[in-house]
DNA sequence: TAATTAAATAACCAATTAGTAATTTAAAAT
DNA sequence: ATTTTAAATTACTAATTGGTTATTTAATTA
Protein backbone atom coordinates (compact mmCIF):
# COMPACT_ATOMS: atom_id res chain seq x y z
CA UNK A 1 0.00 0.00 0.00
CA UNK A 2 3.09 1.93 -0.63
CA UNK A 3 2.87 3.28 3.24
CA UNK A 4 6.19 1.61 2.92
CA UNK A 5 7.63 5.25 1.63
CA UNK A 6 8.65 6.47 5.14
CA UNK A 7 10.35 9.40 5.70
CA UNK A 8 13.90 8.12 6.07
CA UNK A 9 13.77 5.80 2.45
CA UNK A 10 12.91 8.59 0.44
CA UNK A 11 16.27 9.49 -0.53
CA UNK A 12 17.03 6.17 -1.12
CA UNK A 13 14.22 5.68 -3.08
CA UNK A 14 14.79 9.28 -5.29
CA UNK A 15 18.21 8.10 -5.53
CA UNK A 16 17.43 4.51 -7.14
CA UNK A 17 14.54 6.49 -9.69
CA UNK A 18 17.00 9.03 -10.53
CA UNK A 19 19.46 6.62 -11.63
CA UNK A 20 16.71 5.55 -13.78
CA UNK A 21 16.11 8.74 -14.98
CA UNK A 22 18.67 9.16 -17.82
CA UNK A 23 18.15 7.54 -21.61
CA UNK A 24 21.86 6.36 -21.46
CA UNK A 25 21.46 4.29 -18.55
CA UNK A 26 18.34 2.74 -19.59
CA UNK A 27 20.23 1.79 -22.57
CA UNK A 28 22.58 -0.28 -20.22
CA UNK A 29 19.78 -1.69 -18.63
CA UNK A 30 18.14 -2.63 -21.99
CA UNK A 31 21.44 -4.25 -23.73
CA UNK A 32 21.81 -6.00 -20.33
CA UNK A 33 18.38 -7.36 -20.34
CA UNK A 34 18.94 -7.87 -23.97
CA UNK A 35 22.50 -10.18 -23.42
CA UNK A 36 20.74 -12.71 -21.21
CA UNK A 37 24.12 -13.10 -19.87
CA UNK A 38 26.88 -11.10 -18.17
CA UNK A 39 28.45 -8.59 -20.27
CA UNK A 40 31.88 -6.65 -19.80
CA UNK A 41 31.94 -3.00 -19.67
CA UNK A 42 33.34 -2.89 -22.85
CA UNK A 43 30.63 -4.48 -24.27
CA UNK A 44 27.96 -2.53 -23.06
CA UNK A 45 29.77 0.57 -23.95
CA UNK A 46 29.48 -0.96 -27.32
CA UNK A 47 26.17 -1.90 -27.42
CA UNK A 48 24.49 1.26 -25.80
CA UNK A 49 26.70 3.44 -27.54
CA UNK A 50 28.61 4.96 -25.25
CA UNK A 51 32.20 6.25 -24.97
CA UNK A 52 34.56 3.94 -22.25
CA UNK A 53 34.41 6.53 -19.69
CA UNK A 54 30.90 7.49 -19.63
CA UNK A 55 29.64 3.70 -19.83
CA UNK A 56 32.35 3.30 -16.42
CA UNK A 57 30.60 6.42 -14.79
CA UNK A 58 26.83 4.76 -15.45
CA UNK A 59 27.62 1.05 -14.30
CA UNK A 60 29.05 2.61 -11.32
CA UNK A 61 25.82 4.61 -10.62
CA UNK A 62 23.87 1.58 -11.59
CA UNK A 63 25.55 -0.79 -9.25
CA UNK A 64 25.44 1.95 -6.57
CA UNK A 65 21.84 2.01 -6.48
CA UNK A 66 21.17 -1.73 -6.38
CA UNK A 67 19.86 -2.29 -10.21
CA UNK A 68 22.94 -3.78 -11.73
CA UNK A 69 25.91 -6.19 -9.79
CA UNK A 70 29.54 -6.73 -11.00
CA UNK A 71 31.88 -9.32 -11.49
CA UNK A 72 35.11 -8.88 -12.10
CA UNK A 73 36.90 -11.62 -13.72
CA UNK A 74 40.47 -11.50 -14.61
CA UNK A 75 41.18 -7.90 -16.76
CA UNK A 76 38.10 -6.95 -17.41
CA UNK A 77 34.43 -6.96 -15.26
CA UNK A 78 31.16 -8.33 -15.82
CA UNK A 79 28.07 -7.09 -14.97
CA UNK A 80 24.32 -8.12 -14.86
CA UNK A 81 21.02 -6.74 -14.43
CA UNK A 82 18.61 -7.40 -10.99
CA UNK A 83 16.37 -9.55 -11.68
CA UNK A 84 13.65 -9.27 -11.26
CA UNK A 85 13.55 -6.11 -10.37
CA UNK A 86 14.76 -4.52 -13.41
CA UNK A 87 12.66 -6.11 -15.66
CA UNK A 88 9.35 -5.66 -13.09
CA UNK A 89 9.65 -1.62 -13.53
CA UNK A 90 10.57 -1.86 -16.89
CA UNK A 91 7.65 -3.64 -18.00
CA UNK A 92 5.53 -1.00 -15.61
CA UNK A 93 6.95 2.22 -16.23
CA UNK A 94 6.72 1.06 -20.22
CA UNK A 95 3.06 -0.22 -20.55
CA UNK A 96 2.05 3.28 -18.91
CA UNK A 97 3.91 4.90 -21.89
CA UNK A 98 2.42 2.58 -24.32
CA UNK A 99 -0.91 3.55 -22.56
CA UNK A 100 -0.58 6.70 -22.77
CA UNK A 101 1.47 6.96 -26.37
CA UNK A 102 -2.28 5.18 -27.59
CA UNK A 103 -4.70 7.51 -26.35
CA UNK A 104 -2.39 10.65 -27.57
CA UNK A 105 -2.74 8.89 -30.88
CA UNK A 106 -6.52 8.16 -30.39
CA UNK A 107 -7.26 11.76 -29.67
CA UNK A 108 -5.96 12.93 -32.57
CA UNK A 109 -7.55 10.87 -35.53
CA UNK B 1 9.62 -8.92 -20.89
CA UNK B 2 10.40 -5.13 -21.29
CA UNK B 3 11.34 -5.79 -24.92
CA UNK B 4 8.89 -3.02 -24.53
CA UNK B 5 11.84 -0.46 -23.67
CA UNK B 6 12.05 0.86 -27.37
CA UNK B 7 14.09 3.60 -28.40
CA UNK B 8 11.51 5.73 -29.56
CA UNK B 9 10.56 5.35 -26.04
CA UNK B 10 13.75 5.83 -23.94
CA UNK B 11 13.36 9.73 -23.84
CA UNK B 12 9.89 9.37 -22.33
CA UNK B 13 10.55 6.50 -19.67
CA UNK B 14 13.51 8.95 -18.61
CA UNK B 15 11.04 11.58 -18.08
CA UNK B 16 9.03 9.52 -16.24
CA UNK B 17 11.35 8.43 -13.83
CA UNK B 18 13.31 11.67 -13.55
CA UNK B 19 9.86 12.85 -12.48
CA UNK B 20 10.09 10.34 -9.59
CA UNK B 21 13.34 10.96 -8.94
CA UNK B 22 13.05 13.65 -6.42
CA UNK B 23 12.40 13.91 -2.95
CA UNK B 24 9.41 16.72 -3.00
CA UNK B 25 7.65 15.14 -5.31
CA UNK B 26 8.31 11.66 -3.84
CA UNK B 27 6.46 13.20 -0.77
CA UNK B 28 3.57 14.94 -3.15
CA UNK B 29 2.95 11.17 -4.23
CA UNK B 30 3.19 9.82 -0.70
CA UNK B 31 0.87 12.90 0.81
CA UNK B 32 -1.54 11.82 -1.93
CA UNK B 33 -1.32 8.28 -1.90
CA UNK B 34 -2.35 9.19 1.94
CA UNK B 35 -5.17 10.72 1.26
CA UNK B 36 -6.94 8.62 -0.48
CA UNK B 37 -9.33 11.62 -1.55
CA UNK B 38 -8.42 14.54 -4.30
CA UNK B 39 -6.05 17.34 -2.54
CA UNK B 40 -6.10 20.78 -3.32
CA UNK B 41 -2.58 22.43 -4.57
CA UNK B 42 -2.87 24.38 -0.84
CA UNK B 43 -3.55 21.29 1.30
CA UNK B 44 -0.33 19.69 -0.93
CA UNK B 45 1.67 22.46 -0.73
CA UNK B 46 0.93 22.35 3.46
CA UNK B 47 1.19 18.01 3.86
CA UNK B 48 4.65 17.68 1.77
CA UNK B 49 6.01 21.14 3.59
CA UNK B 50 6.62 22.91 0.24
CA UNK B 51 6.14 26.73 -0.78
CA UNK B 52 3.64 27.43 -2.82
CA UNK B 53 5.43 27.98 -5.74
CA UNK B 54 7.59 25.23 -5.56
CA UNK B 55 4.61 22.52 -5.31
CA UNK B 56 3.09 24.68 -8.19
CA UNK B 57 6.18 23.81 -10.21
CA UNK B 58 6.44 20.11 -9.10
CA UNK B 59 2.77 19.71 -9.35
CA UNK B 60 3.04 20.22 -12.79
CA UNK B 61 5.59 18.20 -13.69
CA UNK B 62 3.82 15.47 -11.69
CA UNK B 63 0.88 16.19 -14.08
CA UNK B 64 2.97 16.05 -17.45
CA UNK B 65 4.19 12.79 -17.24
CA UNK B 66 1.01 11.58 -16.41
CA UNK B 67 1.40 10.43 -12.43
CA UNK B 68 -1.22 12.35 -11.28
CA UNK B 69 -4.29 14.75 -12.66
CA UNK B 70 -5.77 17.71 -12.12
CA UNK B 71 -9.23 18.91 -11.35
CA UNK B 72 -10.04 22.32 -11.08
CA UNK B 73 -13.03 23.25 -9.11
CA UNK B 74 -13.95 27.04 -8.72
CA UNK B 75 -11.17 28.83 -7.12
CA UNK B 76 -8.75 25.96 -6.19
CA UNK B 77 -7.16 23.36 -8.48
CA UNK B 78 -7.58 19.10 -7.34
CA UNK B 79 -4.88 16.73 -7.48
CA UNK B 80 -5.00 12.91 -7.06
CA UNK B 81 -2.27 10.04 -8.26
CA UNK B 82 -2.59 8.11 -11.14
CA UNK B 83 -3.61 4.57 -9.60
CA UNK B 84 -3.27 1.71 -9.44
CA UNK B 85 0.21 2.63 -11.36
CA UNK B 86 1.69 5.53 -8.86
CA UNK B 87 1.47 2.61 -5.77
CA UNK B 88 2.46 -0.25 -8.00
CA UNK B 89 5.81 1.79 -8.57
CA UNK B 90 6.35 2.66 -4.82
CA UNK B 91 5.63 -0.82 -3.67
CA UNK B 92 7.99 -2.57 -5.70
CA UNK B 93 10.90 -0.05 -5.25
CA UNK B 94 10.28 0.09 -1.58
CA UNK B 95 10.22 -3.61 -1.57
CA UNK B 96 13.85 -3.69 -2.84
CA UNK B 97 15.71 -0.09 -0.84
CA UNK B 98 13.84 -2.25 2.59
CA UNK B 99 15.78 -5.56 1.00
CA UNK B 100 18.75 -3.79 0.47
CA UNK B 101 18.88 -2.01 4.04
CA UNK B 102 17.87 -5.21 5.53
CA UNK B 103 21.04 -6.66 3.85
CA UNK B 104 23.19 -3.98 4.57
CA UNK B 105 22.18 -4.19 8.75
CA UNK B 106 22.49 -8.02 8.60
CA UNK B 107 26.15 -7.51 7.42
CA UNK B 108 27.39 -4.71 9.92
CA UNK B 109 26.09 -6.95 12.77
C1' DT C 1 60.43 -7.70 -18.53
C1' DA C 2 57.98 -5.13 -21.94
C1' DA C 3 53.82 -4.35 -24.42
C1' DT C 4 48.95 -4.57 -24.53
C1' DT C 5 44.31 -4.50 -23.08
C1' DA C 6 40.39 -3.23 -19.81
C1' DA C 7 38.59 -0.35 -16.50
C1' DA C 8 38.83 3.56 -13.13
C1' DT C 9 39.83 8.24 -12.17
C1' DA C 10 40.67 13.27 -12.77
C1' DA C 11 39.82 17.68 -14.62
C1' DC C 12 36.87 20.23 -16.97
C1' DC C 13 32.60 22.29 -19.52
C1' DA C 14 27.72 22.96 -20.76
C1' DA C 15 23.19 22.24 -19.54
C1' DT C 16 19.63 21.25 -16.45
C1' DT C 17 17.08 22.01 -12.34
C1' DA C 18 15.33 22.67 -7.49
C1' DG C 19 14.51 26.39 -4.79
C1' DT C 20 13.17 31.33 -3.56
C1' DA C 21 10.77 35.88 -3.72
C1' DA C 22 7.77 38.68 -6.23
C1' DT C 23 4.13 39.42 -9.50
C1' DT C 24 0.01 38.27 -12.17
C1' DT C 25 -4.31 35.96 -13.20
C1' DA C 26 -8.72 34.48 -11.93
C1' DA C 27 -12.46 32.98 -9.03
C1' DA C 28 -15.18 33.71 -4.50
C1' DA C 29 -16.86 36.32 -0.88
C1' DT C 30 -18.02 40.60 1.38
C1' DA D 1 -17.23 46.96 -6.98
C1' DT D 2 -13.73 45.76 -3.79
C1' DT D 3 -11.28 42.55 -1.27
C1' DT D 4 -9.57 38.17 -0.58
C1' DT D 5 -8.00 33.73 -1.66
C1' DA D 6 -5.75 30.11 -4.76
C1' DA D 7 -2.78 29.04 -8.26
C1' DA D 8 0.39 30.15 -12.18
C1' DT D 9 4.27 32.58 -13.91
C1' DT D 10 8.63 35.20 -14.03
C1' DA D 11 13.33 36.15 -12.91
C1' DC D 12 17.01 34.70 -10.58
C1' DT D 13 20.67 31.76 -7.97
C1' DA D 14 23.17 27.71 -6.45
C1' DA D 15 24.01 23.07 -7.12
C1' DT D 16 23.99 18.94 -9.68
C1' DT D 17 25.18 16.23 -13.51
C1' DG D 18 26.02 14.10 -18.20
C1' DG D 19 29.51 14.27 -21.37
C1' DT D 20 34.42 14.72 -23.10
C1' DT D 21 39.57 13.98 -23.22
C1' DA D 22 43.54 12.52 -20.98
C1' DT D 23 45.81 9.87 -17.53
C1' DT D 24 46.48 6.06 -14.29
C1' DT D 25 46.02 1.42 -12.44
C1' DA D 26 46.03 -3.38 -12.96
C1' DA D 27 45.90 -7.75 -15.26
C1' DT D 28 47.16 -10.48 -19.39
C1' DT D 29 50.14 -11.86 -23.14
C1' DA D 30 54.30 -11.97 -25.95
Same mark, same amino acid.
Given at each position: ???? &? !?????? *? #?? +? /??? %???????????????????? &? !?????? *? #?? +? /??? %?????????????????????????????????? %???????????????????????
Amino acid at each position: MSHQ &L !SNPMID *E #VS +G /LFS %ALGDPSRLKILRSLLDAKEP &L !SQGAVA *E #VA +G /LSQ %ANASKHLTCLVRVGLVTREPEGNAVFFSPVLPLV %ADICDLVCGHVSDRARHTYKALK
